[in-house]
């Protein structure tokens, strides 16, 4: 697609005519609607002016400044219709490649949303909320539950899960890449500064003004050296953060975790063996993708992955 190699070839004035055509009430192609949210997905630094873009100074910054972006207006009516797509009952003619849909959905969610994981909370639990006992009328039931929607829900589970820690990383980049470059432009100065001090005493100056020069020499590769430092320093600190983010994303008290516990709990039933193959493909991968995410979730779960795989 011509936005995964140029983001701004997607100009923002051509958004809600691509929201009316690829989410229409009465659209029947699933490709279509994954399309779509890929779309979205591929140009949101560009639409919203995020991304690494967003991080440049001098004249890049200039021309990122005026390249068009969403309407808060429009941002909302591509989120809203994310949404709609992640929780309503899809279609006979969607259901079957509603996975890679819904999949598309969550990633062009996290790209387009400035609090993107405030909404997916919202996602999960108007999801989880429709998988009541009796809330879907024609779906068949595993333990009372809607076995569609609840296959549904766990596949959005898993997503959410990968996407969040794909978010936490990209994020921990791009403040790398922006304090990189605050290093390189502050190294820039000190060489200008050496190079302007070479120049003046090699000039045939004074002995005070080569006196000067070398005097400043050693100060300034003191700074640079001081730089160096405190690149690795705040690499360190940098990474560390991050892994204390990525251990809170399962965390029991928060709601991922809370409904990675709940997805357990019903791989642990062994009647669980015997409901619809869709539900038992997606709550197995639900689980694999939480374990990947968490190693203290990979640990509790690994003996139950096991033991579901050689019973399957």
Avoid at 223 to 233: C, D, K, P, R
Wanted: with cysteine; hydrophobic share 50%.
């Amino acid at each position: 697609m011509l936005t995964a190699a140029q983001p701004s070839a997607l100009a923002a004035s051509y958004v809600p005519v691509l929201l009316e055509v690829g989410f229409a009430a009465d659209l029947l192609d699933a490709w279509v609607a994954r399309h779509t949210c890929l779309t979205l997905k591929n140009a949101a630094s560009h639409l919203t002016g995020s991304g690494s873009a967003a991080l440049t100074t001098g004249p890049a910054a200039a021309s990122t400044a005026s390249s068009p972006v969403l309407s808060p207006e429009v941002q909302q009516s591509a989120l809203s219709a994310l949404v709609r797509l992640l929780v309503a009952t899809p279609s006979a003619a969607v259901a079957p490649n509603w996975p890679s849909v819904a999949e598309s959905a969550v990633a062009a969610l996290y790209a387009l949303s400035d609090q993107p994981q405030e909404l997916m909370a919202a996602v999960l639990d108007e999801m989880f909320r429709r998988c009541a006992p009796g809330s879907q009328p024609d779906d068949s039931t595993t333990y009372g539950y809607p076995a569609a929607a609840l296959s549904r829900f766990f596949f959005v589970l898993g997503r959410a899960c990968v996407q969040h820690l794909l978010c936490i990383e990209q994020t921990s980049k791009a403040i790398r890449a922006a304090r990189l470059a605050a290093d390189g432009a502050a190294a820039e100065a000190v060489e200008r500064q050496l190079a302007a001090a070479a120049a003046g005493a090699s000039s045939g100056g004074s002995r005070r003004g080569k006196a000067a020069a070398a005097a400043a020499q050693p100060e300034n590769e003191d700074i640079g050296t001081q730089l160096g430092v405190g690149s690795v320093a705040a690499d360190a600190e940098l990474d560390a953060l991050a892994e204390r983010i990525e251990a809170q994303i399962l965390a029991k008290d928060q709601l991922l975790g809370k409904y990675g516990q709940l997805l357990s709990k019903f791989l642990h039933r062994k009647s669980s063996l015997s409901a619809p193959q869709e539900l038992q493909e997606c709550a197995l991968l639900a689980l694999t993708q939480l374990m990947a995410v968490d190693g203290a979730f990979c640990a509790d779960n690994l003996q139950l992955l096991f033991t579901l795989l050689i019973q399957r």
